[in-house]
């Protein structure tokens, strides 16, 4: 049954969607300055709309949330990863700080595992993205990049790429639209390590 059609001309369109674990905030971003907020109500239609500046630029990488749902990501275009902080009570956003430990890295696809936050970044002319780990502080920021790894089989622009983790936080699969390949990486907790590829023609999602 059809719940709800919900029409917001501030939406765009939408390259990005996620919904917060307990059901009451889906975020957007249709890679200009916001990500939108749409508040779901107990009768699960969307009751409000609401938009939160990044005040870094456009995101032309991804949205990722905590697994505790304090904390919004957003990969912008050319200052590295926002990170918003969110009131788990109203779903409403405040920039908070952002991840910047080796310069300003760009267009980051993000994946956020209990306290550990993965990000694939654009690469240099001439080479593939960055896979980058890092880990959150007790304060919720993300101090320093814990390690990171070059994937020059990958697109250099990886804005389009899919990255999701394993349930057990240990295998990471990256999608490449261009390439037609599933890269397998896996974490030990200190350390990235390719583990090989599949041909996936035209794979757009994971």
């Known amino acids: 049954t059809q719940l709800q059609t919900y029409s917001n001309s501030s939406l765009g369109s939408i390259t990005d969607m996620l919904i917060s674990a307990d059901g009451t905030s889906i975020y957007t971003q249709n890679g200009g300055t ?25 995101i032309s990488g991804s949205l990722a949330i905590s697994d505790d749902g304090q904390y919004v990501y957003a990969g912008t275009e050319s200052n590295d990863v926002v990170v918003f902080s969110r009131n788990t009570d109203t779903g409403a956003l405040s920039v908070f700080t952002r991840a910047l430990t080796i310069g300003n890295n760009r267009g980051g ?10 990000v694939l970044y654009k690469g240099n002319t001439g080479s593939g993205p960055t896979l980058a780990v890092y880990q ?10 814990l390690t990171n790894i070059s994937l020059d089989g990958l697109t250099q622009n990886s804005t389009r790429d899919s990255l999701v983790i394993a349930p057990d936080g240990k295998t990471l699969y990256i999608g490449d639209p261009t390439t037609g390949t599933i890269t397998l990486v896996r974490f030990d907790g200190s350390t990235l390590t390719p583990a090989g590829s599949v041909s996936m023609t035209g794979v757009s999602s994971l």
């Open 34 to 58: 916001d990500v939108t907020l749409l508040s779901i109500g107990s009768d699960g239609k969307i009751s409000a709309s609401s938009a939160y500046s990044t005040q870094n630029g456009s």
């Open 109 to 118: 696809v993000i994946v956020s595992y209990g306290d550990t936050l993965f």
């Open 136 to 145: 959150r502080d007790s304060e919720g920021k993300l101090p320093q990049q």
